[in-house]
């Protein structure tokens, strides 16, 4: 009889449906039979601070790696920006999907996009990432933490705490809430941060046969693009307490790639803005453009900022 393989999710309605969606692909392509084991990270349940406060972005993956490094789960799904850019060792993450749509979205009751918040308005986002692009784009709002899951955010919002908030295309897509989407912010104007709108998926490094099962779902235009947008941060520390966005589009068969930073503390300085190319057909060369980028950041002033962080 053949083993069935768990899934290691958090129990959010966004995880459990990106972890059954790989459950459907792997029964779909790979005829595999597999179970979800839904948990609570830290993650979920400090929401009372920053997540750059208490420990970052890792804190929704930890014990997911511990279902896996006791045997409890076989695989794990992740939203690939809340991945560390180095994973602990003993892990590998062996596969990237096919990217959703990456940009940030405007959502609000009562306005129709940016340009339209009367001065002063209060905008919630708990990414410092947002943070320093909206006060780029529009130094008068007044920005506010916005912490929870996609349904809790969106409550809050109901509930007249914000005149807008700031949220991830792809969740909404996914959760079918496509419709509270107001406006979509172009790639240029709010860079995203680095794997925005893909799913990364993660097991032991001696899990090797599972391994070669799932690089058959790996996407490689999402893939390269993903691995030069983290070779951005790996390069720089990036973390939560960092304002750091990197994104990769494909244009023919060139990639493109941006980058910008923000002052952690200070958010009218200026936004360091950079823009690489390349042509990168594996890994490493997709890594070197990233680490490119983030060179161009560093003669740009970059240090100063993260010294600040």
């Given at each position: ?19 059954e ?20 990270t830290?993650?979920?349940q ?13 804190l929704?993956?930890k ?5 896996l ?8 799904v992740?939203?690939?920006k809340d991945v ?5 060792e ?12 990456p ?16 001065q ?8 410092l990432r947002?943070?320093?692009?909206l006060?780029n ?17 969106l409550?809050k ?10 949220l991830?295309?792809?969740?909404l ?10 406006s979509?912010?172009?790639?240029d ?10 799913l990364?998926?993660?097991v ?7 391994s070669q099962?799932l ?6 235009p999402?893939?390269?693009a993903?691995?030069a947008e ?6 720089l ?5 960092m304002?750091?966005a ?11 790639l941006?980058?910008?930073?923000g ?13 690489g190319r ?5 890994e490493?060369?997709a ?6 980028v ?15 962080a």
């Open positions: 009889m053949t083993q069935q393989l768990l899934i290691a999710t958090r129990e959010s309605r966004l995880a459990l449906w990106q972890a969606h790989v459950q459907a692909l792997l029964a779909e392509r790979l005829k595999l039979d597999v179970g979800l084991l839904g948990m609570t830290r993650g979920d400090i929401l009372d601070r920053a997540l750059s406060k208490v420990g970052g972005k890792g929704f993956v014990e997911l790696e511990t279902a490094e006791e045997g409890r789960a076989h695989l794990a992740h939203s690939l560390p850019m180095d994973l602990p003993g892990f590998a993450l062996v596969s990237i999907l096919e990217r959703e749509d940009r940030d979205a405007f959502v609000s009751n009562r306005y129709a996009n940016l340009a339209e918040l009367p002063g308005a209060v905008v919630g986002t708990s990414s947002r943070v320093v692009q006060k784009l529009r130094p008068d709002l007044r920005i506010e933490p916005l912490r929870g899951n996609l349904d809790t955010r409550r919002l109901d509930e007249g705490g914000y005149d807008a908030i700031v991830a295309a792809a969740g897509k996914r959760l079918g809430l496509a419709e509270r989407i107001r979509l912010f172009a790639v104007e709010m860079i995203p941060c680095a794997g925005q709108g893909a990364g998926l993660e032991r490094a001696d899990a090797a046969t599972l099962q690089a058959g779902l790996m996407h490689e999402t893939w390269l993903t691995q983290r070779a951005v941060s790996r390069a520390g990036g973390s939560c307490s304002p750091l990197a994104h990769a589009v494909w244009e023919g068969g060139e990639l493109q941006a980058a910008a930073l002052h952690p503390e200070h958010h009218d300085k200026p936004l360091l803005k950079t823009l390349g042509q990168p057909r594996n490493a060369e890594r070197a453009l990233g680490e490119r983030a060179q161009a950041l560093r003669e740009q002033g970059a240090s100063a900022y993260l010294a600040a």
